[in-house]
């Protein structure tokens, strides 16, 4: 009896052994099927970057960077109006996106669902108000650039202009910016604001002084998304901007982003290099906007800790 018992804990022990090898031979599996992909998505990220780089470099000197386009088939002339005509348009654009989405944001986290309890109608105003805000974050660009066109150019008169551009640009980000915010506010704790409320604070002022604080890496996420669709995008522009190459002096003068600009180059001349230097120009800008928004973030979220 006591070898059978012997035998049949031996031969638990080895079972379990067994199963205990196979997981782990499953986990390694899984784990390096994961570093597979990330090396490859790595590898492919490095190749165009690098590409575009190496290719780009070779038209670039300080006169492409500091001469304005002139126009014509051959794309002579730099890129300066473009680099410029870029940042009024991203900082436009942000400036009429970000209040509006993190309001919105704030309306349908914080106050929404309370006032949502009391009334059938505002629960169905607000399952449309999200409903809408995710059909628009899949609708194409070129959609918001037609609608900008409809109304901004043509029926409100603003011609194609920065206004133009920056309003159609507001609409293309502004679901980007809404559920950036959501997710930040959400991740605060609730009892940041049980806390701050027990201590007498108002319910705006814990929005403001607690919730919006420790949603702000978050918040500041969506900002950067923002932006770099905003420098990247071209066919909402392509119907709203106009794509003259002079450098705007208001904000109802037209004018050509680089990404437009990189559009008319490989599409309407034979500069090509010229099309790759502005390419290059264009990544550089882009990595550049966000290891700044990054740093931003860091130095906003460790003066928040601090506080705490």
Known sequence: MIEDR????????????????????????????????????????????GYVLVQGGKAISWDFLSTAPKGGISGEGGISTTVATTFYLVGLTLLV?????????????????????SSKFLRSVISVANFAVETLAGIPSIIFGLF????????????FSLL??????????????????EEALRAVPDDYRRGSL????????????????AGLPGIITGIILSVGR????????????????????????????????????????????????TGAVLVVMIILINLLI??????????????R
């Open 164 to 181: 133009s551009a920056a309003l159609a640009g507001a609409c293309l980000v502004l679901p980007t910016i809404i559920r950036t915010t």
């Open 6 to 49: 012997t035998s049949e804990i031996a031969l638990i022990h080895r079972a379990q052994a067994q199963s205990l090898k196979k997981e782990q031979i499953r986990q390694k599996l899984w784990v390096s099927l994961m570093w597979f992909f990330g090396l490859i998505t790595v590898a492919i990220l490095i190749m165009v970057v």
């Open 148 to 159: 900008g066109y409809a109304l901004f150019v043509s029926t409100l008169k603003f011609g």
């Open 294 to 307: 990054d740093l931003v973030s860091r130095k906003l979220t460790a003066g928040v800790r601090k506080v």
């Open 97 to 117: 996106a970000t209040p509006l989405g993190v309001g919105a944001a704030v309306f349908l986290i914080e106050y929404a669902g309370e006032q949502s309890l």
């Open 230 to 277: 905003v420098i990247s995008e071209t066919a909402i522009f392509y119907v709203t901007l106009g794509g003259s190459y002079r450098l705007p002096t208001s904000i109802m003068d037209g004018g050509r982003t680089l990404a437009l600009h990189l559009y008319y180059l490989a599409m309407d001349t034979r500069a090509f290099d010229k099309a790759m230097g």
């Open 198 to 213: 027990a201590l007498g604070a108002t319910k705006w002022q814990t929005l403001y002084r607690i919730v919006l604080p």
